[in-house]
């Protein structure tokens, strides 16, 4: 409903109805009310007091005569004194109790309202009960002690009456004044009932019944000791049942034990209430059932409570805690754990301190999952997949040992994500079982040897590291070789196979910051820098000039120095530099830069791979820039290497070092008698072409149930396919390397004859021969690559 505001209310029935509302929120809200009255002049907050006094006086009017027709109509109780009955002595109790209360809420209203303070107010309204179940109790043991001091029952109810005003009266208004005067809700409660609420339960406990002792002691001296023994302890019994609210606890009881009644949560006192100043334990239970009924509703529910209501925030927080376990057992994509992890709250205490450690268990999960999504090759899914059961039983074994909720609930959550894991597993078995070969060779991008068929080129890199550790240092070194015959291959994989006192530090030019700009090439070559080589560093300000990146190369190379080391500098695709010199992105000074780098930091040895000669790059004068700089040709694949590519692929990957005899190898046979020959040849050694063509055959053989070897007619029908897939890079390095006229034509003349003269055109002739495309035999020109020929009869 829209109440009516509180200085509008009169007498009316829409009045009365706004009356309750307010008095109800002042009860349960007390701070918004009291924001509202601190808006009002003080008489017409009196005014207000005595007006929402006659609203409720009808209620407790009828609460007294209902709890006297139930005592001596109902149970049948006669009010006389001689009643030797149990029922007697609770029914004078309960009589009491209820005209206290009545007495204690009135005046509590009115004084607390009078004076402006809502806390006032709440102080009233719970001093009255605390103090009608102190005179209700105190009037009723005392009677039975004292043996008559009140001759009859009515000696009993005048006892609550008179307790329930009287200290209505004695507290309410002292309370009301107080907090009134010093604007201070603090205050109001300290002189008023909360004795002991800043402190803890036994705190509380301990000053409420020292308080009740000490009043009961004053009372001998009025009435007898005997009832100031029962009432000191009758009040202290009730100042530790209402100051905190201790009466909700059975409806707390009836909603949460022995199974929580989600349909009646809203009944709760933490659901209204905002003044209980103990955790309801066990609330969490409530919390979590009512979230999964109705989610958005209970979310928000929980959120509220951690916000705004510190006394049940750790019971909330259980309930959120637990909610976030279990959407993690209901996630299917377990690489999304790590996500809904970064949810769980942590803390300093309890539980909370555990989930940091959490999070980071359950982001080892992810990644291994997300490791194991982007692995489509059976032969591969099939250990990292063990290794994310086993982390997920090591998760589960940990977990057992921390706190709850985390040990219950991620328990029971890992066990659906090991059901996950294990599934996958088996798929991944499955999969390599029902696949003939594994499929590790691919044609393309610079191979990863932890997962593609990968050769060592021995060659190439011994004469890089007799380079590199030439005593007096390398003057650089070009790494020249034709598309497609694995320079970045071999720079991107050259740990493990230089010295150990070598730390190789590859920058490919392609990456959009290496040519962006100048500020933009030397800040990455710095972060590069210090990132790969523990410790060096050139300052902790980003580097953004030629003269900052030549700092970091002093300070690396000063430390390689000390420590006997040495660094390979690798720039990929440089000729990118020299095309954006003639762009105006580069100046010269960047090569000036790299040369005196040479020349100065010994420890460090420039490597420039590309698919030019040095001689062909037309923006600058690179030949002077790196005139004593080594050439190292990359080679094509000598049969040998051909030979172990094809039988043993993945030999030096990290996947397979526990388990050898499960690495994917091929005998000889599987490629058929000379097969491993006829694809050297057809390939012409290229490096990217044999592993085109091993693709295509273990694809086919895949294709087909009942074959298990290549066969000549396989082997054919993998040539065909292999040049349509290698369309692209055929293309690239017949069509479009062709730039001289007559150039193409040329070429494109094999299409027709196995052989043909020399062109006569000597530039043209100079060009084929550098692009490595042709072989000479009695004066006449062959192409070299079979697998081109035919590109050239059927795609060309």
């Not at 694995?486 to 070598?502: E, H, Q, Y």
């Not at 062109?759 to 004066?779: H, K, T, W, Y």
Request: glycine share 10%; with cysteine; net charge neutral.
């Amino acid at each position: 409903m829209t109440p009516i505001p509180l200085d509008q209310l009169g007498f009316g029935w829409r009045s009365h109805k706004s009356a309750m509302w307010w008095l109800g929120l002042l009860y349960r809200q007390p701070n918004q009310v009291h924001e509202k009255l601190e808006q009002m002049p003080r008489m017409a907050a009196a005014k207000l007091g005595f007006s929402l006094y006659w609203h409720n006086l009808p209620y407790l009017i009828l609460l007294c005569i209902i709890v006297r027709f139930t005592i001596f109509s109902v149970l049948g109780v006669k009010p006389t004194s001689d009643n030797p009955h149990l029922l007697f002595h609770i029914s004078n109790i309960a009589l009491g109790v209820a005209l206290g209360i009545v007495g204690g809420i009135a005046f509590g209203i009115i004084v607390g309202i009078a004076f402006g303070i809502a806390l006032g107010m709440v102080g009233g309204i719970v001093g009255g009960i605390a103090r009608g179940i102190t005179f209700g109790i105190a009037g009723g043991i005392a009677k039975d002690i004292a043996g008559g001091i009140a001759k009859d029952i009515a000696g009993g109810i005048a006892l609550g009456i008179a307790g329930g005003i009287a200290f209505g009266i004695a507290f309410g208004i002292p309370l009301g004044i107080a907090g009134g005067i010093a604007k201070d809700i603090a205050g109001g409660i300290a002189l008023g009932i909360a004795v002991g609420i800043t402190g803890g339960i036994a705190l509380r406990i301990a000053r409420g019944i020292i308080f009740g002792i000490a009043f009961g002691i004053a009372l001998v001296i009025a009435l007898d000791i005997a009832f100031g023994i029962a009432g000191g302890i009758a009040g202290g019994i009730a100042l530790m049942i209402s100051i905190p609210r201790l009466y909700y606890l059975p409806l707390h009881l009836i909603l949460t034990w022995p199974r929580p009644r989600t349909r009646l949560y809203w009944l709760h006192p933490a659901a209204w209430d905002e003044m209980c100043s103990v955790p309801y334990f066990g609330l969490h239970r409530l919390l979590v059932l009512f979230a999964e009924a109705k989610p958005q509703e209970g979310v928000a529910e929980i959120e509220r409570l951690i916000d705004t209501y510190p006394v049940q925030k750790g019971q909330a927080l259980h309930a959120k805690t637990t909610l976030i376990a279990r959407e993690a057992s209901q996630t299917n994509d377990l690489s999304r754990l790590a996500d809904v992890a970064a949810k769980l709250p942590s803390g300093d205490k309890g539980f909370l301190a555990q989930t940091e450690e959490v999070k980071g268990w359950i982001a080892e999960v992810s990644a291994l999952q997300t490791r194991l999504d982007i692995i489509n090759r059976p032969a591969f899914r099939e250990p990292t997949a063990e290794l994310l059961v086993k982390e997920i039983e090591n998760f589960r074994h940990r977990i057992a040992g921390l706190r709850e909720p985390l040990a219950t609930e991620f328990r029971a959550t890992a066990t659906q994500w090991l059901a996950i894991a294990e599934r996958q597993l088996d798929e991944a078995r499955r999969g390599s079982t029902r696949e003939l070969t594994p499929q590790v060779f691919r044609a393309g991008d610079p191979v990863d040897r932890e997962q593609e068929a990968f050769v060592p080129r021995y060659a190439v890199i011994g004469e890089l590291e007799q380079q590199i550790m030439l005593s007096a240092g390398c003057p650089g070194i070009v790494l020249y070789g034709r598309r497609r015959m694995g320079k970045s291959t071999i720079l991107r994989n050259l740990t493990d196979f230089l010295p150990t006192n070598v730390t190789p530090v590859v920058v490919p030019m392609q990456r959009p910051e290496m040519f962006t700009s100048v500020a933009s090439l030397t800040g990455f070559v710095s972060r590069e820098l210090r990132a790969q080589l523990d410790g060096a560093s050139g300052g902790d300000a980003e580097v953004s000039d030629l003269t900052g990146l030549f700092q970091t190369l002093k300070t690396v190379n000063d430390r390689l120095e000390s420590g006997d080391k040495r660094l390979l500098l690798g720039v990929d695709e440089y000729e990118t530099i020299d095309k954006k010199i003639g762009d105006g992105i580069f100046p010269l000074d960047l090569l000036d830069t790299i040369r005196e780098s040479i020349q100065s930091h010994r420890h460090i040895t420039w490597v420039f791979a590309g698919s030019h000669e040095i001689t062909e790059l037309e923006h600058a004068a690179w030949t002077s820039y790196l005139v004593s700089a080594r050439t190292i040709e990359t080679p094509f694949f000598t049969p040998a290497e051909t030979r172990l590519l094809l039988t043993d692929p993945v030999k030096h990957s990290t996947l397979w070092r526990n388990n050898p005899d499960k690495r994917p190898r091929f005998d000889a046979a599987f490629w058929g008698e000379g097969g491993i020959d006829r694809i050297q040849h057809e390939a012409g050694g290229w490096p990217h072409l044999v592993q085109l063509i091993a693709e295509t055959i273990v694809d086919l053989i895949n294709n087909e149930e009942q074959v298990v070897a290549v066969t000549p007619e396989l082997m054919e029908q993998a040539l065909d396919k292999a040049v349509v897939r290698g369309q692209n890079v055929l293309y690239e390095l017949m069509r479009r390397e062709s730039f001289l006229p007559g150039e193409w034509e040329y070429l494109s003349a094999f299409r027709k004859t196995e052989t043909q003269p020399p062109p006569d055109d000597e530039n043209v002739a100079a060009s084929i021969r550098r692009r490595l495309l042709v072989e000479e035999n009695d004066g006449q020109w062959r192409l070299r690559v079979p697998l081109m020929a035919r590109w050239l009869r059927v795609r060309g």
